[in-house]
T-cell receptor, first 109, second 117 residues
Framework: GQQLNQSPQSMFIQEGEDVSMNCTSS?????WLWYKQDPGEGPVLLIA?????ELTSNGRLTAQFGITRKDSFLNISASIPSDVGIYFC?????????FGAGTTVTVRA | GAGVSQSPSNKVTEKGKDVELRCDPI?????LYWYRQSLGQGLEFLIY????????KSGLPSDRFSAERTGGSVSTLTIQRTQQEDSAVYLC???????????????FGPGTRLLVL
């Protein structure tokens, strides 16, 4: 599938800080998904976005689907140690997911 | 179980050997997907099954890779004559239906970590 450009590639953050990451693509997607992957585990779905411009929250997580359907951002507010992991964005058309390369988040206590 | 399960969780094999990886999707999910995740990389689509339709094999990297789905449920990914570059995490996912707001949400298993020596 098409490759999504995800940034930043990695980040070190202080506990309590807010975090922001984003994905862009040259292709339009019908659905945008954000996953978190812990070491040794499969990706776990965090947020799903279905409508252009949609802003959705899940606890301390907030994500928005760009108006053009070619981009999305994910914000984590008031980060805690368990936020450590790799965050992936994925664009969906029909049944195929195209993934970003991931953002590795490390939290300093 | 409630989620997607995969076995084995880890597999070490010698170059040239065949391996089989198993996936049990979430009960009631009609769509099943296989992905490969190389170290430090995103997920790469391999193959997709939906009901009795012909699978989409467009992501399989070579003819050494094949997959079956028996009875619309359990799936097996087979890699023949393994090579060192096959070393990766192989992830399985399932979804309720293949398209539409609910179906496009794929739920992943924990993966099988394959190491080819």
């Amino acid at each position: 599938g098409q490759q999504l450009n995800q940034s930043p590639q990695s980040m070190f953050i202080q506990e309590g800080e807010d975090v922001s990451m984003n994905c862009t693509s040259s292709s339009i997607f019908n659905t945008w998904l954000w996953y978190k992957q812990d070491p040794g585990e499969g990706p776990v779905l965090l947020i799903a976005l279905y409508k252009a411009g949609e802003l959705t929250s899940n606890g301390r997580l907030t994500a928005q689907f760009g108006i053009t359907r070619k981009d999305s951002f994910l914000n984590i507010s008031a980060s805690i140690p368990s936020d450590v992991g790799i965050y992936f964005c994925a664009g969906v058309n029909d049944y195929k997911l195209s993934f970003g390369a991931g953002t590795t988040v490390t939290v300093r206590a | 179980g409630a989620g997607v399960s995969q076995s084995p969780s880890n597999k070490v094999t010698e170059k040239g050997k065949d391996v089989e990886l198993r996936c049990d999707p979430i009960s009631g999910h009609t769509a099943l997907y296989w992905y490969r995740q190389s170290l430090g990389q995103g997920l790469e689509f391999l193959i997709y099954f939906q009901g009795n339709s012909a699978p989409d094999k467009s992501g399989l990297p070579s003819d050494r890779f094949s997959a079956e789905r028996t009875g619309g449920s359990v799936s097996t990914l087979t890699i023949q004559r393994t090579q060192q570059e096959d070393s990766a995490v192989y992830l399985c996912a399932s979804s309720f239906i293949p398209s539409g707001p609910l179906g496009e949400t794929q739920y992943f298993g924990p993966g099988t970590r394959l190491l080819v020596l």
